[in-house]
């Protein structure tokens, strides 16, 4: 079944660029997506691709998707203390179920 | 536009009770989903209702089951709880899943003494 890796932590200064590492096993993902998680919260939907795309852009945010690594990115540019979250990707498997990286804890230095 | 609602947001159950949770999806998604978030076992996928039907199940026992009404409602009810039921339940809705947006409610925090 699918499998979603993800490291747990990444530190960045504010006004850096923060990079979001993701690689997943199921080639037959359709959508692959990015959620953000604060304290508390629940889950709020980031961005989404489709399988057939390699980049999609929406604003600060650029997502990458590598198909032939089962790699996926997201670039938060930019990076605002507002930023910091548990940054979340997911993956739909061949049974129409989302699975999920373990998250990455974004940390904003001043 | 209403936002998916989740009731109630907190509670607390002892052993061996049962508890229901509320979903109320976004107007127009028919889709509704449930997950679990615990710090070891992260999000896993619970079930999934369509124009009232189970389309999809989880690796759940089978004290864990939900329904979803003709409004699109969703509840789920944990029976026979256990103390490693504690865990934020949310639920997720689509108005055509597996394709596009799935949009999430700020979950229900249940903690079993």
């Known amino acids: 079944g699918e499998d979603v890796e993800q490291s747990l932590f990444l530190s960045v200064r504010e006004g850096d660029s923060s990079v979001i590492n993701c690689t997943y096993t199921?080639?037959?993902?359709?959508?692959l997506y990015w959620y953000k998680q604060e304290p508390g919260a629940g889950l709020q939907l980031l961005t989404y691709i489709f399988s057939n795309m390699d980049m999609k852009q929406d604003q600060r945010l650029t997502v990458l998707l590598n198909k032939k690594d089962k790699h996926l990115s997201l670039r938060i540019a930019d990076t605002q203390t507002g930023d910091s979250a548990i940054y979340f990707c997911a993956g739909v498997d061949s049974n129409y179920q989302l699975i999920w990286g373990a998250g990455t804890k974004l940390i904003i230095k001043p | 536009k209403a936002g998916v609602t989740q009731t109630p947001r907190y509670l607390i159950k002892t052993r061996g009770q049962q508890v229901t949770l509320s979903c109320s999806p976004i107007s127009g998604h028919r889709s509704v989903s449930w997950y679990q978030q615990t710090p070891g076992q992260g999000l896993q996928f619970l079930f999934e209702?369509?124009?009232?039907?189970?389309?999809n199940k989880g690796n759940f026992p089978g004290r864990f089951s939900g329904r979803q009404f003709s409004n699109s409602r969703s509840e789920m009810n944990v029976s026979t709880l256990e103390l490693g039921d504690s865990a934020l339940y949310l639920c997720?809705?689509?108005?055509?899943?597996?394709?596009?947006?799935?949009?999430f409610g700020e979950g229900s925090r249940l903690t079993v003494l």
């Open positions: 997720a809705s689509s108005f055509d899943w597996p394709t596009g947006e799935l949009f």
């Open positions: 199921d080639s037959s993902s359709t959508y």
């Open positions: 209702y369509f124009s009232e039907t189970q389309r």
